[in-house]
């Protein structure tokens, strides 16, 4: 196994290089699939890009993994990542920020940037990543590939470790709509040991026809923060799928003013509770038991534990405490649910939703070190997670050389028509 920018991994989009071999011929024989490192490999090294994880190596296959290697995959290693998911540059790894293959200097986004840059760079054809609040579609966006977040309870996390429990999903990354659509196939499998998986298997259809279809396109996806050059590129992206045979219907979406605020209270709450296992006791170095356990604690965090991962189980835990709960977390529940309200009543009028993955191209390694900005980059992509449907982002182009992202959101467990809509972008613009 091999660790951090090597010649082999000039981009340090894995943290360990390290050959998982297929179990069985099958759909994915001769592919390459990276695994982000939040995923468990039996008998390698899982670390969430985290120092307090370093030498855990997980007894037990994640589902997706025993999944793609039972279909012939091979893996080359496990992803660089922001530390347990906390982040949308991969600058907050443990083992040092992953570059962005279109220009070094750049991110690669977050929090699967090591996935995304293994893929835009032919490390490996195919990536797992997850996404909690764009995770997948942000540095799908930001490196030019395309990255689907399923609906939540599609896909298996059993062998995630947790962040956000009732936000994250694994999901698939590619270059093309067509390995992306493959990929989702193999991983929906059900799994009876995820409580929150729903046995509805992706069954793709990517024939191109949008014909009839309606396609939202919510006023507040281009509003403040959005980079007039980005906005610009969607719109014209948006207007191929018009070309296409779809109907664009200008709409609005109010909740977006509150869902980043629910989305980060929410997270950093879930976050406080499923990263207390991490004491030195259960999992981490191992504490000074010479010491009283609260000190002990307190110290193996402190030292192994990055920046911003203290600080979002600091606001999590505030966010949950006693006087605090109601005017916080529970504020933060009844805001998601207008989300889901919104989502609910547009997908009434319309089949799809169309905007910008993010609201800027991918800034420079260092350039963002206020954490209100770097969550601020995150606006377009939360309210997805929140609500639980299939969101993927679909390269349409570039601002100044650098990948701008189209974003097309469904309803729930409608995730085919999401990607049929993509592959006919994708096939459209190739026309």
């Keep these: 196994m091999v660790r951090g920018e090597t010649q082999q991994d000039p981009l340090n989009a894995f943290i360990t290089l390290a050959e998982i071999p297929p179990r069985a011929p099958g759909r994915l024989s001769g592919i390459t699939v990276a695994v982000k490192d939040n995923i468990s490999t039996r008998g390698v090294e899982t670390t969430c890009g985290s120092r307090i994880l370093s030498g855990y190596v997980p007894p037990y296959d994640a589902h997706v993994v025993d999944l793609i290697r039972n279909e012939g995959a091979l893996i080359p290693g496990k992803t660089n990542m922001d530390e347990f998911g906390m982040g949308s540059s991969t600058e907050n790894s443990g083992f040092g920020p992953a570059r962005n293959p279109r220009d070094p200097e750049r991110v690669t986004g977050g929090s699967s940037g090591g996935s995304a840059a293994a893929v835009a760079s032919g490390m490996a054809r195919m990536a797992l990543g997850t996404d909690t609040g764009g995770s997948i579609r942000c540095p799908a966006a930001f490196c030019g590939i395309v990255g689907l ?52 298997p992706y069954l793709p259809r990517l024939d191109g ?37 779809a109907a664009i219907v200008e709409c609005a979406m109010p909740s977006m003013e509150y869902a980043l605020a629910a989305y980060y209270v929410t997270c950093t709450s879930e976050a406080s509770s499923n990263l207390a296992r991490f004491d030195g006791v259960r999992y981490g170095p191992a504490s000074d038991y010479k010491k009283p356990w609260h000190e002990a604690f307190q110290e193996v965090r402190m030292q192994h534990f990055g920046p911003e991962v203290r600080r979002r189980i600091l606001i999590g835990t505030f966010a949950l405490s006693a006087g605090y709960y109601g005017k916080y977390y529970g504020k933060a529940q009844v805001a998601r649910e207008h989300v889901r309200e919104d989502y609910s009543r547009l997908f ?34 939360v309210p997805a997670n929140l609500a639980g449907v299939p969101a993927a982002s679909v390269p349409c182009g570039t601002v100044q050389g650098l990948p701008v992202g189209l974003q097309l959101t469904g309803r729930a467990f409608e995730d085919e028509l999401v990607m049929n809509a993509a592959y006919a972008y994708e096939q459209g613009v190739k026309a």
Excluded: H
Aim: aromatic letters at 6%; hydrophobic letters at 45%.
């Design 348 to 381: 009434q009028e319309v089949d799809l939703l169309a905007g910008p993955t993010m609201p800027t191209v991918a800034w420079k390694i260092g350039e963002k070190s206020d954490p209100l900005s770097m969550y601020l980059a995150d606006i377009l992509t």
């Design 209 to 245: 026809d949008i014909r009839g279809m309606r396609i939202g396109v919510p006023a507040e996806f281009f509003g403040e923060g959005v980079d007039p050059a980005v906005a610009d590129r969607v719109r014209k992206a948006i207007s191929v799928l018009e070309g296409l045979g």
């Design 149 to 200: 977040k399923p609906t939540y309870g599609r896909i298996s996390r059993y062998g995630l470790v947790a962040y956000a429990n009732s936000l994250e999903q694994i999901g698939p990354m590619a270059l093309s709509v067509a390995d992306c659509s493959l990929l989702m196939e193999v991983i929906s499998r059900f799994d009876a040991r995820d409580a929150t998986m729903q046995d509805r």
